[in-house]
């Protein structure tokens, strides 16, 4: 039994590793896909591994056949494509949903979108090391946490198409509010990353000193700056919009660094343990709960 | 051909994973090797699985007719154990190497010991995920830096003999002052250390509002919060013998943080970016210089 996803005809915007997991992976569900993206080897590449059946650089060709476009650009290029012209161009009833990384204000923008379009935000908590088409994965998104965010032109019917998609992905849907999403994703995905340049930076700086610092960095230090390596673009948008969450979370951050510091610096070492022992503790419930599911 | 390392009596103090590492790596170097441990069931594991020839929980009787020991246990043990009466159980021209993460400390001890013995101190840039002398690994230390910091008892022969047991163990000498090792150590583990449990803080923190947190948290935080999950007897014991190096990074990080976050707010996008690049840029350099050995 499948989910009870259809499409009749199915446009994905932007085909890169997340764009093209879902094109793969919504294949048997769709009667027809069409890839939109501004560059042309992409959508020949697309093309000729059947990822996709037509290809068009032109956004209002793309979509306005649809009954269903997911929008897969980054945060920025899906904001200007919501509040720009794409609302002219799609069919009442057309199921509209992004994946950006940051919620307030792509659904905000989609609840400006003519009535009758059935429009709603996602974000699927899902990736890869490798980036690109090329790399793309029909696997990509199952198991993994989809977050749905309603905006105001979901309707009931939008919710349930929106589910039996990620069903049909294989993913896990989390509903909430655009706003709880933004918090939450600043903590765990957006500080993370600004912490992860900033101690390349101090190392960095250190280096600048003694060099030895980079011929001595092991495995800790590769974990810690692994973010620092994402991909600059899609930061920086998902950092200027979500950029109070963002503050909220280094606000915190640094109030949590500097209990730590302040019980270091004057040798508390009972209260030192029993701070870097609930960190310890948190950090093994979590895994130990990830890997019960 | 070997590294013309020899030992007749080689005695490794503290049978964890990176003792007992050294130990198998060494087996073909010494005529006879002893462990000293103050758990029987690890002494009864080493014995059993041939990791070492003799086993005793008496530091004197392990180290008296030794004429190679190597400090393998925890910082602060290390420490007791230099400045406790090690000196006068060990042989004149007996070398003493540790592998204790900081080096100011041991090496400042060391400097104590008797005239005669041989004493240096060691740290090598090698783990596991794993702990324990079940996890041991002759392979451990091939290919890694291994750091060794000069003492008052270091003499020309102490250090040739040193260099040879690290070749011995297919690992690459770093020769520097204890100091300069544990200001580089410092920015490289020590503050990742702290900033993981930081993380793992102001999730939990967000997590007493929102449990969303722990539901969404992926990839990123699992890499970010790893550090969080270390030992913390070890990981108390560095801190506490490397207050100020890491007060040190601690003061060079929030600098770098506060520009990332004063550039975020201001919306100064154009200089994000810049200082986000050159973080990128860093970190993507160190990972070429890495793969390319």
């Known amino acids: 039994m499948g989910s009870g996803f259809t499409a009749r005809h199915l446009t994905v915007v932007g085909l890169g590793l997340m764009g093209g997991s879902l094109a793969l992976a919504l294949r048997g569900?769709?009667?027809?896909?069409t890839g939109v993206d501004p560059h042309e080897e992409?959508?020949?590449?697309?093309?000729?591994?059947?990822?996709?059946?037509?290809?068009?650089?032109d956004l209002k060709r793309g979509v306005e056949e649809a009954d269903v476009v997911i929008l897969a650009a980054p945060v920025r290029a899906i904001i200007n494509m919501v509040s720009g012209r794409i609302g002219s161009y799609l069919r009442s009833n057309t199921l509209l949903?992004?994946?950006?990384?940051?919620?307030?204000?792509?659904?905000?923008?989609?609840?400006?979108?003519?009535?009758?379009?059935?429009?709603?935000?996602g974000h699927p908590m899902t990736g890869k090391e490798s980036s690109g088409i090329e790399s793309s994965d029909a696997g990509l998104y199952r198991g993994?946490?989809?977050?749905?965010?309603?905006?105001?032109?979901?309707?009931?019917?939008?919710?349930l198409r929106a589910l039996s998609l990620i069903e049909a992905l294989g993913a896990v849907p989390f509903e909430m509010e655009a706003q709880r999403h933004d918090q939450?994703?600043?903590?765990?995905?957006?500080?993370?990353?600004?912490?992860?340049?900033?101690?390349?930076?101090?190392?960095?700086?250190e280096g600048e000193t003694d060099d030895a610092v980079w011929e001595l960095a092991a495995g800790g230090f590769r974990d810690m700056s692994r973010l620092a390596a994402q991909d600059l673009n899609m930061m920086k948008d998902i950092l200027t919009t979500n950029t109070q969450a963002v503050a909220t979370q280094l606000a915190h951050f640094r109030m949590q660094l500097a209990m730590l510091e302040a019980l270091l610096i004057s040798k508390d070492e009972k209260k030192l343990a029993a701070l870097l022992h609930s960190a310890r503790e948190a950090r093994l419930t979590w895994m130990r709960r990830r890997e019960g599911k």
């Open 144 to 159: 993994r946490p989809f977050v749905l965010c309603p905006t105001r032109r979901t309707t009931p019917a939008t919710r």
């Open 184 to 205: 939450a994703v600043g903590a765990i995905s957006h500080l993370p990353y600004l912490l992860s340049a900033a101690l390349v930076l101090t190392v960095n700086y």
């Open 29 to 33: 569900t769709a009667e027809m896909i």
């Open 42 to 57: 992409t959508l020949g590449y697309a093309l000729k591994h059947g990822i996709i059946d037509h290809a068009t650089t």
């Open 97 to 121: 949903i992004d994946i950006g990384s940051t919620k307030v204000d792509i659904c905000t923008q989609m609840g400006h979108l003519p009535i009758g379009i059935q429009a709603i935000g």
